[in-house]
């Protein structure tokens, strides 16, 4: 396929050169390959997932439908390659995920809440998928959460800040990458309303515009540049939660499967595909969303699988975390050396949804009065719990979250600790997945992200670039050498 | 060199064959490899020791010496292979050091408890380093706990239960290994002291015996089989933790350099090297003395990466973990997106030396009568906590320790929560150091083994097995296949 010298791109449209490509940054820690170049270049993301998230969901997979110790593995993890990556970033050893994807996205460390930017937000960077693009490639982008939110984001824009998530929508708009599929958007016409709506945009910038089962499942590869928005969107303009997806709602599969439809051409294509709740549920201490939906992630990944049996020799898959989320842990104090996943299967919705629904419902309708004896029998036939089995102190922590959740104040449990013990979700809902969790053997440490190292799988064309122990930076600086989209002294791309 | 047929050494001695080489049970997960069949093996084995803990040793390295982001990688963290290892038992997925020493040891999945015998407790299991011995390797097993404790024990012993020490320990004079170096024994003459001191027997056997400096660095190769116990023992017969080794304390480098020095021979050798007490102070939720003992065992790889040096072709080096312990993580909630491990390196001695000094003298001279006043000069200077700059519920959690370490009961404390609160541990100590954990952006989920995974290093001879994705037994086949151990369809070790 015909390259064109990177440098003049990058130049035209008055980007710095990504600093692992300027002078002295030699990518040295990727190997010399005589593999060929990948036509057909998968990216998973799992945002908040490491190793902890994707042996949860295996002990999970196992635990329920059977009695017997054993992992049930995931597709992806079944993978020839497994490598670990470091994800900190340039100020913080936690980094968060527009600053882990910018590293993945360009190769290089910036700040947390900036997308693909320096520190000092005046250089701008050159993104993997739009190098990929100049080369020839198709572009696609898919997550489940808004597609204006910072993982997405990071292979498309260049904003000093996520929370510009406006301009992030219009810069999408103006990428010329071929299919977005997934969320929707947070600010679609602005913080304040005011603005343009970005869906216009996108239709005058030559996209078709989906947000139906039915006008999804009618795409076709002549329907040119397509922005593919899911019909049910749940919080924050995210997709459902997998555990609260209805049969008729389009699942991450089915955006990765068309995306295959619709990008396949001679010239290959690169396609970026989020798992963007797994990171939610892990923020919010929920274990069975957080599994649900890194087995979501793994269908997805099985799409990619299907295709690449047909096409061995040209695709890689990678499939990797742009952090850890929460701390998770397959064990806690209170059990010592036991699990019990096979309880959190029986909590029969998100932490998202139940907040959303019950609590939103009995908050209005209770305001001040209500009674916990009222929402026991829910709790119970919510996440499947046994008041008459739990201790004293959980009873008494779950009745103190209650009140809060109801907006009282609790003695002995002073605001400050307000965080600590709900980290700014409905206190109810917190404490009872985490008590849920607590009974299962899973334990977390925070409402944040960490620097637990992340596992990058591979398989494919190039799969053997992915093992040992790596930074995120790297990612992007192996991808680019694999496409041979790779700046060499003279700053061209070179040729094929 | 020559083979002796396994099967015949088997059955004279009693074995049964283990699980993964029977029929029926090919070890289809090792690929063919036609590496040279490494002459010199070590397996380091960090007990308790994951991803986060040698990343938490790395993130201190970097940030001890420096106010900037960034990692200060381990040696063995830079080997060029690293896998990911599971390491459920039997009957759980969180495994113990008995379970996982035989996963590694024989390729057989146990009880927790058990070492070298099936969950029934009547099949014995022959070990890779039995095997190993057979097949003329000479062979070393070094710890820094005590010698007869269920890692090390896992090399050598076969027992229904992990506390039968002192069967444990005359197994070990019975071994025939060349070299067993580190701490000492927990039961030298039996539960009740009413047996053979171990030492006369292993001396009876034809050891050499040293526990001093002196004589251990006087050893020579013409010393024969060495039996070499440490003179500073702290607890339970175990070497110091790192952080409290006195300068003339010998450190696990030391006793793995001895070991190359004693056991290199024209046939090669096969060395266990476990540091046991990261472990012990993930138990105890104690980061500064977990990160100093992965640092420890780093060292003591570096002995065997020198020794790797002048026989590169013929010399493989792992560096694995048995399981993770405590749940650790690199982020707490109360930090958020921050971490601060410079704030650990202020605590000046292990929780086990405050336990046992400070704390066992106070409370011997202040019967019920202690002051927290007191105590408060004493913990800032021991973990460099600042109580003026601590809130208020840290300080009621720490004074309520204190009580409780005094032997008090606490209103609003019940005690049923004290396992959750303690652990077991000294009520004050383990609340002092999972507070300045805190305080350092380190969470812990449990005082027990968690189920996470375990990160498998690999540099030298055969490297290439040790990629990916697997289980604790592959690495006993993965040893076994290398090493041309191997029991093939005729039950013969294949010839050379």
Do not use: C
Not at 163 to 191: H, N, R
Not at 268 to 276: A, Q, S
């Amino acid at each position: 396929m015909k390259r064109v010298p990177l440098r003049s791109l990058l130049i035209a449209v008055g980007l710095a050169l990504p600093f692992s490509l300027q002078a002295g940054n030699t990518p040295a820690a990727v190997p010399a390959t005589k593999t060929p170049s990948p036509k057909y270049v998968f990216l998973f993301i799992g945002d908040g997932m490491s190793m902890t998230q994707v042996n949860s969901a295996e002990i999970y997979a196992k635990a329920i439908g059977s009695k017997e110790v054993g992992i049930k593995k995931l597709g992806f993890s079944q993978f020839p390659v497994a490598g670990m990556t470091t994800t900190y970033e340039a100020g913080s050893f936690i980094t968060d995920s527009a600053s882990a994807g910018t590293a993945m996205a360009s190769g290089n460390k910036t700040l947390s809440g900036i997308i693909n930017m320096d520190p000092g937000k005046t250089r701008k960077f050159a993104t993997i998928a739009e190098q990929a693009k100049a080369a020839g490639y198709k572009i696609g982008i898919v997550s489940s959460v808004s597609l204006d939110h910072a993982t997405p984001a990071s292979f498309y824009a260049k904003v000093p800040s996520r929370g510009d998530m406006y301009d992030i929508a219009v810069q999408l708009t103006q990428s010329g990458f071929d299919y977005f599929g997934g969320g929707g958007f947070a600010q679609p016409k602005g913080k304040n309303k005011d603005k343009a709506d970005v869906i216009d945009l996108a239709r005058q910038s030559g996209y078709t515009y989906v947000n139906s089962r039915e006008a999804f499942q009618a795409l076709k590869p002549i329907s040119g540049k397509v922005l593919a928005v899911n019909a049910t969107l749940q919080d924050a303009s995210a997709m459902p939660y997998e555990m609260d997806r209805k049969p008729d709602d389009l699942s991450l599969a089915d955006y990765t499967r068309k995306g295959i439809e619709l990008l396949d051409n001679k010239k290959g294509f690169f396609m970026m595909v989020e798992g963007g709740k797994i990171d939610w549920a892990g923020h919010a201490n929920d274990a069975m969303a957080n599994i649900s939906d890194v087995i979501a992630l793994d269908n997805a990944v099985a799409e990619a699988v299907a295709f690449q049996s047909r096409h061995p020799n040209e695709t890689l898959i990678l499939v990797t975390g742009d952090h850890e989320t929460g701390g998770m842990s397959i064990g806690f104090a209170g059990t010592k050396y036991a699990t019990f996943y096979d309880k959190v299967s029986k909590q029969t919705m998100s932490f998202q949804a139940f907040t959303d629904g019950f609590m939103k419902q009995y908050k209005a309708e209770h305001k001040g009065t209500g009674s916990f004896a009222d929402v026991i029998p829910v709790i119970e036939k919510t996440f499947g719990l046994d008041f008459a089995k739990m201790s004293s102190d959980e009873k008494t922590q779950i009745e103190r979250a209650f009140v809060r959740s109801m907006g009282g104040e609790i003695e002995k449990n002073p605001l400050e600790n307000d965080y600590l013990l709900y980290g700014g979700y409905d206190p109810l809902t917190v404490k009872l997945t985490q008590i849920l969790n607590q009974h299962a053997g899973i334990g977390w440490t925070t409402y944040s992200h960490t620097g637990v190292p992340v596992v990058t799988f591979a398989k494919g064309a190039g799969q053997e670039l992915f093992g040992g122990y790596y930074d995120n930076t790297d990612i992007y600086r192996k991808l680019v050498r694999l496409m041979k989209l790779r700046v060499n002294a003279n700053s061209t791309v070179a040729a094929n």
